[in-house]
């Protein structure tokens, strides 16, 4: 089992910053992938940025020159820094974790920009 747990949203206005953190326990392998989705009511959850354990990413389109994924090994935590925001970035924001134990989630956080 791996517990995740997001911190760090909020409201922002369009063209500001947030950082969200999520922290990892548990059974956590040394191979794995950590990711950041975003779901909006009445939508599937989406893919916003992943991140391997061996520091590799990926990006939505749509957020690429703006959202920077990172993580700490050490912490066993993953960061997504938002920058330059836009009202379209709106929506509950998902930790996930796909390890050698499962696929796992966190309870999401919510972000708001405003325009």
């Known amino acids: 089992q791996v517990h995740l747990v997001e911190s760090g949203g909020g409201l922002v206005q369009a063209g500001g910053s947030l950082r969200l953190s999520c922290v990892a326990s548990?059974?956590?392998?040394?191979?794995?992938?950590m990711a950041w989705h975003r779901q909006v009511p009445g939508h599937e959850r989406e893919r916003v940025a992943m991140?391997?354990?061996?520091?590799?990413?990926a990006y939505k389109d749509s957020v690429k020159g703006r959202f920077t994924i990172s993580r700490d090994n050490a912490k066993n935590m993953v960061y997504l820094q938002m920058d330059f925001m836009k009202p379209e970035d709106t929506g509950v924001y998902y930790c996930?974790?796909?390890?050698?134990?499962?696929?796992?989630w966190g309870q999401g956080t919510q972000v708001t920009v405003s325009s």
């Open positions: 996930n974790f796909i390890g050698g134990s499962g696929n796992y």
């Open positions: 548990g059974d956590i392998s040394s191979l794995n992938v």
């Open positions: 991140i391997g354990s061996g520091g590799s990413t």
